[in-house]
Nanobody
Framework: QVQVVESGGGWVQAGGSLRLSCAAS????????MGWYRQAPGKQRELVAR???????NYADSVKGRFTISRDDAKNTVYLQMNSLKPEDTAVYYC????????????????WGQGTQVTVSS
């Protein structure tokens, strides 16, 4: 069993900062890419930031220069530092982790957290 749990969401005024955390636990052999996605009301879920196992990152154009993704492999945790927040960043943020639970590649699959709400007021 694998669990992926986000934390750190909340309410903040425009221009403020928040830090999201996502911890994976359970029967984990190794974690490949980890990422953050978000979904605003009435919109599709979109990629915010992603970090691979070797530390390569990519970001949505809308958050470049404002958000930073990082990971701590010792803790099976990924972080999203969000600065200069804007009202359009308001959404439910979901963590995604590409995890293998055994040595075999067939055990590899995506796991999602339950989401954490981020609200940015103007």
């Amino acid at each position: 069993q694998v669990q992926v749990v986000e934390s750190g969401g909340g309410w903040v005024q425009a221009g403020g900062s928040l830090r999201l955390s996502c911890a994976a636990s359970g029967s984990i052999f190794n974690i490949n890419a980890m990422g953050w996605y978000r979904q605003a009301p009435g919109k599709q879920r979109e990629l915010v930031a992603r970090i691979t196992g070797d530390g390569s990152t990519n970001y949505a154009d809308s958050v470049k220069g404002r958000f930073t993704i990082s990971r701590d492999d010792a803790k099976n945790t990924v972080y999203l530092q969000m600065n200069s927040l804007k009202p359009e960043d308001t959404a439910v943020y979901y963590c995604n982790a590409d995890i293998r639970t055994t040595l075999f590649s067939s055990s590899r699959r995506d796991y999602w957290g339950q989401g954490t709400q981020v609200t940015v007021s103007s």
